[in-house]
């Protein structure tokens, strides 16, 4: 039987008053932010944006961290010392690891021993009942991937905390792990997100770069307003011929994204109007292919992982909204299914 919570409650699952967190290039900062229940909230940003140290933070694994929050109602401080609590939670982090010599069965009894119940619905899904006699240490990293998100999601917990977790995962299994993810409607769910579907599962985007929140919003209104609707990429002959395209987009069109990839290739991404006009600015014979398309949460990825591509005539990034008050669409999903 699922376990319950109160979704009527008014607390916010997550409560940042304040955080600040020195790092060798930049200082993390996070102020006024509550992140209702029942809400998921993706992290994104460039390598080193400040998307882990922020979860860490919260989880107390930063002890340089100067922090005033609360997770579940109960300061972050009050974590460390009570299992109750932790029972409450599941984190799935990179750098973690099963202590060695543990086999697959074991790891289950383990979760079962600390969290006093293991979904079955979970070890199923998951794949977890075909490793059972296979050692921790011998697992591949997708096998060990879907152990380590057992062991995160199968007590069905208030809170999940989770580092890039489709991380090593194929498609199938990814997407599977997303469903199940989704369904946990009682769960509150924070991520720092690397790929599209874990992106896709959320209902909230906060863009780190350098340590301070960019921008934040629901991720497909976010893709509008910085990439527009439509893309093209076109190939070009020639690294000169990239680079002057580069150049003549930001000078006579109004892109919201433009940037070179790779030493021949030109992304541009923007208002249907604008992108059909980007072929005109080169020679017919120095287009090597080119290809329309409408953007997609991969394209905001990528964008928000370099913001050094936004051109300077972009528009002014919008005063952020607080998280509270952007709608939970996973919740939404959850009741029009």
């Known amino acids: 039987m699922s376990q319950q919570f109160d979704k009527s409650c008014s607390d916010p699952a997550v409560q940042i008053d304040s955080l600040r967190l020195r790092t060798d290039r930049f200082t993390v900062r996070m102020n006024g932010w509550s992140v209702p229940r029942g809400a998921c909230v993706a992290f994104v940003g460039h390598n080193g944006s400040g998307k882990t140290s922020v979860l860490d933070s919260l989880l107390g694994l930063r002890r340089d961290a100067e922090i005033n929050a609360r997770m579940l109602g109960e300061d972050v401080a009050t974590w460390r010392r009570r299992s109750d609590l932790r029972r409450r939670l599941g984190v799935l982090l990179q750098r973690a690891a099963m202590p060695y010599g543990l086999y697959v069965h074991e790891v289950i009894s383990l979760h079962r021993n600390i969290y ?151 992304v541009v991404a923007g208002e249907e109007a604008v992108i059909r006009a980007v072929p005109s600015l080169v020679a017919p014979a120095d287009i090597a292919a080119l290809q329309y398309g409408r953007t997609t949460l991969a394209d905001l990825l990528y964008r928000c992982a370099h913001p050094e591509a936004a051109p300077e005539a972009a528009p002014e990034i919008a005063p952020l909204p607080p998280i509270a008050a952007l709608p939970n669409m996973r919740r939404m999903k959850t009741d029009h299914a």
Request: net charge negative; proline share 3%.
């Open 116 to 266: 006093g119940r293991t979904s079955e619905r979970v070890l199923e899904e998951l794949g977890i009942t075909d490793l059972r006699q296979k050692s921790y240490e011998q697992l591949s990293r997708g096998e060990r991937q879907r152990v380590d998100l057992f062991f995160a999601l199968a007590h069905e917990p208030e809170l999940i905390i989770l580092d890039e977790p489709f991380t090593g995962l194929d498609q199938r299994v990814a997407q599977v792990t997303a469903d199940l993810i989704e369904r946990l409607d009682n769960s509150t769910v924070l991520m720092a997100c690397h790929s599209e579907l874990e992106l896709s599962m959320a209902d909230t985007m906060v863009w780190l770069e350098h340590g301070t929140v960019r921008d934040c919003g629901n991720p497909d209104a976010l893709r509008r307003r910085l990439l527009g609707d439509f893309r093209l990429e076109i190939s070009l002959q020639q690294q000169s011929q990239a680079n002057a395209l580069v150049a003549a987009v930001g000078e006579r069109t109004k892109p919201q994204f433009v940037q070179r990839r790779g030493h021949t290739d030109v």
